[in-house]
C-alpha cells in the first residue's frame, strides 16, 4: 500500500501564497505520475497539475501560471507552490499517484484545505 | 477539452441495483475509471479500466463501457454504498474526471 500525506494548507488572504507539501512513502515519487487534485467545498473533483516521471509539467487553465508542480527526489515528495490566490482557489487539495503512466490513481492523500480569504 | 458528464443525483431502493451513467464523445475508446468519495474521505477506486475491480472492492460493484457511455453497476445496493461516485478518464497529460454523481439508497 502507498502513503501519501499533504501538508501545508491554511487560511490566506486573497492574493497571498502557500506551498503545499505532499510526502511519499513505500514508493519513489519519481518513477510514476503524480498529480494534485482540488476539490471546493460542495462541488466536484477538479485536476489541477500533473507531473511526469521525466518531469515535463501540465496545468488546468483555471491555474496556468499562478501554481507550479515539482518534486524533490532526496525528499520523495511532491509540491504544489500556490501564487496570487484567488477565492476560487478555495478547497481541499489531494496529491494523488497515477498507477503508471496515464491511467488511474491507485493512491490519493488525506487531502489539506486550502482557504483563500480576507 | 474532453468532457465527462454524469446524472447529479441517483436514487435506488434498497437490494436493487444501481446504474450510474458517464458519457463522453466515443468514450467507449478510452479507459474509464470509478472512485466512490464518502463525505470528509479521499476517493477509493471501485472500477478502472472499465470493468476491472481493485482487491477489496465487492463483486456487486461493476462496469462497462461502450460507444458514448460508461456505466457503473452496483447491484444489491446497500446503505453504505451512498456516497459519490465520480467517473474519470485520462486526455491530452490531464485526468478528467465527471461531475459527480450523488447516489442515494432509499
Known amino acids: 500500500e502507498f502513503h501519501l500525506v499533504e501538508s501545508g494548507g491554511g487560511l490566506i488572504q486573497p492574493g497571498g501564497s502557500l506551498r503545499l507539501s505532499c510526502a511519499a512513502s513505500?514508493?519513489?515519487?519519481?518513477?510514476?505520475?503524480m498529480s494534485w487534485v482540488r476539490q471546493a467545498p460542495g462541488k466536484g473533483l477538479e485536476w489541477v497539475s500533473l507531473?511526469?516521471?521525466?518531469?515535463?509539467?501540465y496545468y488546468a487553465d483555471s491555474v496556468k501560471g499562478r501554481f507550479t508542480i515539482s518534486r524533490d527526489n532526496s525528499k520523495n515528495t511532491l509540491y504544489l507552490q500556490m501564487n496570487s490566490l484567488r477565492a476560487e482557489d478555495t478547497a481541499v487539495y489531494y496529491c494523488?499517484?497515477?498507477?503508471?503512466?496515464?491511467?488511474?490513481?491507485?493512491?490519493w492523500g488525506q487531502g489539506t484545505l486550502v482557504t483563500v480569504s480576507s | 477539452s474532453y468532457d465527462l458528464t454524469q446524472p447529479l443525483s441517483v436514487s435506488v431502493a434498497l437490494g436493487q441495483t444501481a446504474r450510474i451513467t458517464c458519457e463522453g464523445n466515443?468514450?467507449?475508446?478510452?479507459?474509464v475509471h470509478w472512485y466512490q468519495q464518502r463525505p470528509g474521505q479521499a476517493p477509493v477506486l471501485v472500477i478502472c479500466?472499465?470493468?476491472i475491480r481493485p482487491s477489496g472492492i465487492p463483486e456487486r460493484f461493476s462496469g462497462s463501457n461502450s460507444g458514448n457511455t460508461a456505466t457503473l453497476s452496483i447491484s444489491r445496493a446497500q446503505a453504505g454504498d451512498e456516497a459519490d461516485y465520480y467517473c474519470?478518464?485520462?486526455?491530452?497529460?490531464?485526468?478528467?474526471f465527471g461531475g459527480g454523481t450523488r447516489l442515494t439508497v432509499l
Open positions: 494523488a499517484k497515477d498507477v503508471g503512466y496515464g491511467d488511474y490513481v491507485d493512491s
Open positions: 513505500d514508493f519513489t515519487v519519481s518513477n510514476y505520475y
Open positions: 507531473i511526469y516521471s521525466g518531469g515535463s509539467t
Open positions: 466515443n468514450i467507449g475508446s478510452k479507459n
Open positions: 479500466r472499465d470493468v
Open positions: 474519470q478518464v485520462w486526455d491530452s497529460s490531464t485526468l478528467v
